[in-house]
């Protein structure tokens, strides 16, 4: 009996496609994508673990540099770092764990592309064995000389060339965009490879789920709690019904969003004057977030004007984010513009 093997696409392949689809390719994305890969191959088999550290608090494992086996984000930061830093690609790094620019040691080659990343996304999810997940956002260097500046990572997130994110869940999936369509592929573990799962993701034009942080209902603007207001409004939208779902990563909510459509919005929070933006970040969180949403056809705004044109100025610079479904961020925009 001839069997059949599927014909499986695994990330290698489909990188490799776009590789030759791209005559001016340089293989540079394809080592930036395998290693993209590969860290999240690393962090998934420890974020499976998770349960098991925080259960027994550390795992009684003592680490090269001689420390008790470290917390899962310091774990996801050192194993990004390790998987990028000597591999010739990047003039620098940014990442949500570390104040300052990451430069690429000495002894390494530079490259002509950033790294923005939050290595684990969703973090106070983790004793709750809930999705988490690793965000990435890809620039060109923009500035002379080899060495990676601050100007090089703070570009608005139109000019991102890729931005992805890994998503640990049920089943672990890795989802990117080079600004030809979005990709996602999902971890078959038998074989230790991500497969193409879900080719040119489009996220619908409209969608009935918001999802938000209601505890926060009471200090956000009057124009965005109108929105909301109208969103529940039994008569508001005449023959559609909203409903309610929030995860708390920014990963999980945003993956529902970009399959299911529909809109997730974290606005400015007035009643913590640590976050007078809001709190997600720009660089590592909504820039590449808002890259997929436009690619997928969907749309991303502050609440005031498209994510991907605001020029960064800051590392960690937070800012408000509504994002998904052409036809529910455009509506919130209408109220934020009408009621502030
Ligand atoms: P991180 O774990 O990387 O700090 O990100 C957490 C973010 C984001 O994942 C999520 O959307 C948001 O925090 C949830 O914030 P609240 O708990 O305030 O709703
Ligand atoms: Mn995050
Ligand atoms: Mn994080």
Known sequence: MHVTTPNL????????DQERQNPEATG?????LYQLAYASKVINREVRRAGLIDILGTT???????EAVQKLDAIAQETFFNAFDHIGVLCCMTSEEVEDIINIPAQFDLGKYTLAFDPLDGSSNIAANVNIGTIFSVHRKITPGRDGRAEDLLQPGRRQVMAGYVMYGS??????????????FTLEPSIGEFLLSHPDIRVPEHGNVFSCNMGNYGHWSEGTRKYVDNLIAPDAHPGQTY????I?????DFHRTLLYGGIFMYPVDYKDPKKPKGKLRMLYEASPMS?????????????????????????HE?????IGSRQEVTEAGEFIRQFG
Request: hydrophobic share 40%.
């Open 9 to 16: 696409i695994t990330i290698e392949r489909h990188i490799l």
């Open 318 to 322: 937070r800012t408000a984010l509504f």
């Open 171 to 184: 089943s672990t999936m890795l989802v990117y965009t080079t600004g030809k369509g979005v990709y996602g």
């Open 248 to 252: 708390g990563s920014l990963v999980a």
């Open 60 to 66: 009684g494992d003592v680490n090269v540099q001689g």
């Open 243 to 246: 409903t309610s779902r929030y």
């Open 28 to 32: 540079q994305f394809t080592r930036l």
């Open 291 to 315: 890259f997929i949403m436009e690619q997928a056809g969907g749309a991303a705004t502050n609440g005031i004007e498209p994510i991907l044109d605001v020029q960064p100025k800051g590392l």
